[in-house]
């Protein structure tokens, strides 16, 4: 029978350090389908054009099918991961991406595609939601930002790999290829598969742990992932979340949620309102309205998904050391001056390096900044009772954004690129704003502080 950890109980850190990087990289697989599933469109929109006689407005509707179902699985993913836990949803998800991946893959029609990306795509909203929830949760606050911002990394990289994925097998199979677009769409099945049979080895959440009464297990998940004091640590969530209840505080639109709710809503916005998904999702179109072939058109798109990869690293490394706050402000200023060369370029009907310059600040921007700073900002503002349903209220924004901008740049665009990107110029320098004047620093900060620290209690 194992002994009982003493209240001051000093965790293995080798070990513990290992199981908390597990457990981080597990969780973050659901962030590297989120990305993958969100670029890969980009390489398959000219065949799905012709194959299925697309008009520019069904094309839009196609690529923002799985939008809506983002929107129904970031909104649907808060009471499951509350009711049964953090990992049992990773692994539900995971098996949403495997069918999705098939599913696309032998698509018979139109229709089918639409129903199996839709169905992507609730894997895609509910992952925005729980995998960064899952690793705030387990991290240590000196190294929360760091490591949720891996899942951020886990984006970026599946960005990466599905433009690279797209580049070569149109590479092998040809720019006439028809058929190509399936084994972009179906490739995503083999990292499912691995995201499946990983996620049941990973702990449960240990503040979820504690919120459902089992505090015992908890304490040994804090040991297990490097926690010290982590009786101590019990005793404070279980503190935090036992006010909430006496105060009648486990409503997500209670008022005293207020201030850390508009705080979340107003980053989840913005993380749209920069202009990052449209650039996703079309940038082989914009690179061919810039002159560019189909196949340059990829491999320029390759190019943006390095920079994607770049920028996030460097995140990685400023985020607990410059803080949240900084990257969001340095940013916003990258973001504009981006921003506004893309509006100059479409206005002056310009080809070639401005263009596939602007592509690389927009993307570059939001990799140091919104990026890496929107999946750790919005846990950390939210406090521990609410967190599961204020992270789907944020992400359900996020994604509403998502679909109503994918769906609507190709027709705006077409009629007046310059006028979108100086929208999202205008829209970063509000972000500039309201950033400066209103968000506080959390990093360094534990989950429980700051919940103090925005007058929850």
Not at 140 to 160: F, K, Y
Not at 267 to 272: G, V
Request: with cysteine.
């Amino acid at each position: 029978m194992n002994a009982k950890p003493s209240p001051h109980s000093t965790p293995n850190t080798r070990s513990g350090g290992f199981v908390l990087a597990l457990s981080t990289v597990v969780a973050a697989l659901g962030s590297f389908l989120f990305g993958f599933d969100t670029a890969v469109i980009s390489g398959t929109t000219g065949a799905l054009r012709t194959v299925f006689e697309l008009s520019d407005g069904m094309l839009g509707f196609t690529v923002s099918s799985a939008l809506i179902g983002t929107m129904i699985g970031a909104l649907g993913a808060a009471k499951p991961a509350d009711r049964w836990g953090r990992r049992p949803m990773l692994v539900i998800l995971a098996a949403f991406f495997l069918v999705s991946a098939v599913g696309c893959g032998f698509a018979w029609n139109w229709h089918a595609l639409i129903c199996f990306r839709f169905l992507g795509g609730i894997a895609v909203g509910a992952a925005s939601v729980v995998s960064p929830l899952y690793i705030t949760e387990i991290a240590p606050a000196h190294r929360r930002g760091l490591l949720v911002t891996i899942s951020q990394l886990n984006i970026v990289v599946g960005i990466l790999a599905a433009f690279l994925s797209n580049y070569i097998l149109l590479a092998i199979m040809g720019e006439a290829s028809l058929t190509a677009w399936r084994w972009m769409l179906g490739v995503m099945a083999v990292p499912s598969l691995l995201f499946l049979a990983s996620a049941l080895l990973i702990p449960e959440s240990p503040r979820w742990l504690v919120k459902a009464g089992r505090n015992a297990e908890a304490e040994r998940v804090l040991n297990r992932v490097g926690h010290a004091a982590a009786k101590e640590k019990v005793a404070e969530i279980a503190s935090s979340l036992a006010a909430d209840r006496a105060k009648s505080h486990q409503r997500l639109f209670h008022r005293a949620h207020l201030k850390p709710l508009l705080l979340a809503l107003m980053i989840a916005a913005f993380n749209q309102l920069d202009g990052i998904n449209a650039v996703l999702y079309y940038s082989g179109d914009i690179f061919k309205m810039a002159g560019a072939s189909n196949t340059n058109a990829l491999m320029q798109s390759v190019l943006v998904g390095l920079v994607n990869l770049v920028m996030t690293l460097v995140a990685m490394t400023l985020i607990d050391k410059l803080g949240r706050k900084p990257l969001l402000l340095i940013g916003s200023i990258t973001f504009i001056a981006s921003h506004l060369l893309a509006a100059w370029a479409f206005w002056s009907h310009a080809t070639g390096w401005p263009v596939l310059v602007a592509m690389m600040g927009v993307v570059g921007s939001h990799a140091y900044s919104q990026g890496a700073v929107v999946w750790v900002i919005i846990n950390e503002v939210l406090p521990n009772s609410v967190r599961a349903a204020g992270s789907a209220a944020a992400c359900f924004l996020m994604w509403s954004l998502c679909a109503i901008i994918s769906w609507t740049f190709p027709v705006v665009a077409a009629k007046s690129g310059a006028l979108v990107f100086g929208f999202f110029a205008a829209m970063m320098a509000l972000q500039f704003v309201l950033v400066w004047r209103f968000l506080p620093e959390t990093k360094g900060v534990s989950l429980e502080a700051m919940e103090a620290q925005l007058g929850r209690h």
